[in-house]
């Protein structure tokens, strides 16, 4: 299971599934790593393999979706091609609740909201068809360039990489999509 992701600069990468934090374990800083970035992610489950996808065909290709956060650090990139890779392939980096949400479950009223300590950090609310949208757009045009198997997951960035803990503190992450609690963590120094 590899997660496949649409980052927001509109490059298409994929992160190993060790990167994969599905119980919403806490984040340990190494001692390597000072500062650390998210983003929001929408993210689908492939449902069935499949490459060059046609627009046509997209919607047959996912089963379940979920909104998630990734970590990059900071310390990392270094605006070389290696440091971003490396960033990216930090394990248990990428937080997507192990229990995605049936395709029923899209809402045209339901926020996706990602809390730091309490705080409000990002808020979206994408209407049911510009999600489906979103989603059969990013499976197009990732399935051209990789190769999708049943059970990856396929994330898209909603925006840029912001930072959200440095060394010094302690940060208490919490998502919701509507009243759903997604993602409960912490990110320890």
Known sequence: MNI????????IIVRPDTTWEKNSADFYLPDSISKVSYTPILVARIAK????ISPKFASRYYDAFSYGMLLYPEDYIDGSEEGFASASCMDYSSYVNRDLLPLSDISDDKPFSLRANG??????????????????EAIVESSSKVYLRTGDFLAIELSGRELIVSRD???????YYGETHLLDFNILA
């Open 4 to 11: 496949t992701i649409k980052t927001s600069t509109g490059h």
């Open 49 to 52: 393999p499949g490459r060059s």
């Open 119 to 136: 705080k409000e950090i990002f808020a979206t609310m994408i209407r049911k068809n510009l999600l489906k949208s979103y989603v059969e």
């Open 169 to 175: 503190a302690n940060v208490k992450v919490d998502a």
